[in-house]
């Protein structure tokens, strides 16, 4: 039995992705965000929602934790685990941590599945990659092995500028609505772009150097534009979000 502590987006991923997969496992949610646990369970017969978080830890061989990182403290505290396999996707929520408030669970396994897992295409950096994480996340894509929790942290800074990605469109649509553009064929029109490009990322193995080349002409317009934000500082400024955010999960 797989049980699931925290059904939010990340959580309901990895349940959508097992859940559709062949011979997909017994899954059992706890009652947090009782509207996506249930709409889950209506949708998939091998899963069903639990009375409380405990009922969760009791039943299950393995327990998926997905609340929010501010929360882990409370949450956990209140549970009383056996000794399962854990598998936390709380960022900035170290070992050390997670085994003190688990104890005596001691196969505890850290990882960074990304909402592409509901579609078993995610990447999922595991530290350590140990049974039965490895093979849960192989289920839905592909499993990085991370060498040191150093190491897994800089994977977690990373995810941190998805809202950005977005910010960016959402930036580029507006430009486009300030000119006089209606701003629904604004957004539809830069999606169609990006849409498209994020298609040639599902390569073995992307070079974004290579494909910047691609989409720049010497002379050109892309050109101009890489050039104009680099002298803004742009590109420097990415570099010290990601360094301000390894600190935050560094430190906690």
């Known amino acids: 039995m797989l049980g699931v502590i925290g059904v939010g987006a990340i959580g309901a991923a990895i349940v959508s992705g097992l859940s559709e997969s062949d011979e997909p496992p017994e899954i059992l949610l706890s009652p947090r965000n009782a509207a996506v646990a249930a709409k889950l369970a209506a949708s998939y017969p091998n899963v069903r929602v639990a009375d409380s978080n405990q009922a969760v830890v009791e039943q299950s061989i393995v327990v998926l934790l ?49 909402p592409s897992v509901a579609v078993r ?60 553009i209606p701003q629904s064929s604004a957004q539809h029109y830069v999606a169609a772009m990006f849409g498209e490009l994020a298609g040639s990322l599902q390569a073995s193995d992307p070079d974004f150097k290579e494909m910047m080349r691609e989409h720049a002409t010497p002379g050109g317009i892309n050109e101009l534009f890489c050039q104009v934000i680099g002298d803004e500082g742009v590109w420097k400024a990415v570099d010290a979000g990601l360094d301000r955010v390894r600190q935050r999960l560094v430190d906690r």
């Open 121 to 180: 295409r995610g990447i999922t950096p595991l530290y350590p990659a140990t049974e039965p994480a490895r093979s849960l996340f192989d289920r839905l894509g592909h499993v990085i092995e991370v060498d040191d929790e150093t190491a897994f942290d800089l994977f977690s800074a990373s995810t941190a500028t998805i809202a950005a990605h977005f910010a960016y469109l959402n930036r580029i649509s507006g430009w486009l609505t300030a000119h006089g």
């Open 66 to 114: 997905c609340v929010r990182p501010s929360d882990a403290q409370q949450v956990m505290s209140e549970l009383t685990f056996q000794d399962q396999s854990l598998i936390s996707v709380m960022a900035g929520v170290p070992l050390k941590v997670l085994r003190e408030l688990a104890a005596p669970a001691r196969n505890i396994v850290r990882a960074i599945p990304l």
